[in-house]
């Protein structure tokens, strides 16, 4: 417990609110949805301000991270993805002034995998920083053959089902719709 995963475990609540925010934006209408527009605002902005602030504090955490941050080619990922934090920052802003319903939530999961793309390339190779790297963190090679027969079959059957979820669930939630 630090003051650096409290920061980033702050982060992740706050970026999650977001993503609950611009959901129901997404699902509702009427004044839910209005209220959960004025919610994201705020919620961006915090969750930006925290994105930042996690950011700033990485490369002090370990000197390799500083090193591989402003290093080349390194250096091209710490220009690249706060740049495209940047856009998508504008991009859920105007879609939030434009009333738009989707745009917004794209936009907060592109926050969520632009900072996980940016964690993972400022560990790499290690997956345990600073101690394992990803080949010392592997499970022998048979373990992961049995791991992969299961995961082929299972992973497209979760995928099916998914997006058989999200087809009969797709839309706008209709209040006057009764199911019971």
């Given at each position: 417990?630090?003051?650096?995963?409290?920061?980033?475990?702050?982060?992740?609540?706050?970026?999650?609110?977001?993503?609950?925010?611009?959901?129901?934006?997404?699902?509702?209408?009427?004044?839910?949805?209005?209220?959960?527009?004025?919610?994201?605002?705020?919620?961006?902005?915090?969750?930006?301000?925290?994105?930042?602030?996690?950011?700033?504090?990485?490369?002090?955490?370990?000197?390799?991270?500083?090193?591989?941050?402003?290093?080349?080619?390194?250096?091209?990922?710490?220009?690249?993805?706060?740049?495209?934090?940047?856009?998508?920052?504008?991009?859920?802003?105007?879609?939030?002034?434009r009333n738009?319903?989707?745009?917004?939530?794209?936009?907060?999961?592109?926050?969520?995998?632009?900072?996980?793309?940016?964690?993972?390339?400022?560990?790499?190779?290690?997956?345990?920083?600073?101690?394992?790297?990803?080949?010392?963190?592997?499970?022998?090679d048979s373990?992961?053959?049995f791991a992969?027969?299961?995961?082929?079959?299972?992973?497209?059957?979760?995928?099916?089902?998914?997006?058989?979820?999200?087809?009969?669930?797709?839309?706008?939630?209709?209040?006057?719709?009764?199911?019971?």
């Amino acid at each position: 417990m630090s003051p650096f995963s409290l920061l980033t475990g702050a982060a992740l609540v706050i970026g999650y609110a977001l993503l609950g925010a611009s959901w129901l934006n997404m699902k509702t209408t009427g004044e839910l949805q209005s209220r959960m527009r004025r919610y994201a605002r705020p919620l961006m902005i915090a969750t930006l301000g925290l994105i930042g602030l996690v950011s700033l504090l990485t490369p002090l955490q370990d000197p390799v991270y500083l090193t591989r941050w402003f290093a080349w080619p390194g250096i091209i990922f710490s220009v690249a993805v706060p740049s495209i934090v940047v856009a998508l920052a504008w991009r859920m802003d105007r879609g939030l002034r434009r009333n738009e319903d989707y745009s917004p939530f794209f936009c907060a999961i592109g926050f969520f995998v632009v900072s996980f793309v940016g964690i993972g390339i400022s560990f790499f190779p290690h997956i345990i920083p600073p101690s394992l790297t990803i080949a010392e963190a592997a499970a022998p090679d048979s373990s992961l053959s049995f791991a992969l027969v299961g995961a082929a079959i299972l992973i497209p059957i979760i995928l099916a089902y998914t997006a058989y979820t999200y087809w009969v669930f797709r839309g706008k939630i209709d209040p006057e719709e009764n199911f019971h």
